[in-house]
Nanobody, 126 residues
Framework: VQLQASGGGLVQAGGSLRLSCAAS????????MGWFRRAPGKDREFVAA????????LYADSVKGRFTISRDNAKNMVYLQMNSLKPEDTAIYYC????????????????????WGQGTLVTVSS
């Protein structure tokens, strides 16, 4: 599966962005999908994940209540709606495909994801 993330850009604090992740080559509809991010000078960290059905989700505490992950299996797409953005959300955001359909809290471990997109840059100005 090849993943292509898009939708990043420059936004003011308090604003919103929606990231998209397009899967191609093989369907990703049978697998969990996640978003991770790497802020300048920091390690890549977990942001959010969703199971194959789009029903079960997991969020990092830092984004809970502000970000929403969703998917459209008919279009082979995964989305990350980001609201109330903060300067500390500035990072390169990566989408990734899990090795299985659902993993719960183990989604926080990037080793459980086997396909990665190239990343899209989100910059939040204060």
């Amino acid at each position: 599966v090849q993943l292509q993330a898009s939708g990043g850009g420059l936004v003011q604090a308090g604003g919103s962005l929606r990231l998209s992740c397009a899967a191609s080559g093989r369907t990703a509809s049978n697998y969990g999908m996640g978003w991770f991010r790497r802020a300048p000078g920091k390690d890549r960290e977990f942001v959010a994940a969703v199971d194959w059905s789009g029903i079960l989700t997991l969020y990092a505490d830092s984004v809970k209540g502000r970000f929403t992950i969703s998917r459209d299996n008919a279009k082979n797409m995964v989305y990350l709606q980001m609201n109330s953005l903060k300067p500390e959300d500035t990072a390169i955001y990566y989408c990734a495909k899990d090795r299985t359909e659902y993993r719960g809290t183990a989604w926080r471990r990037e080793q459980n994801f086997d396909s990665w997109g190239q990343g899209t840059l989100v910059t939040v100005s204060s």
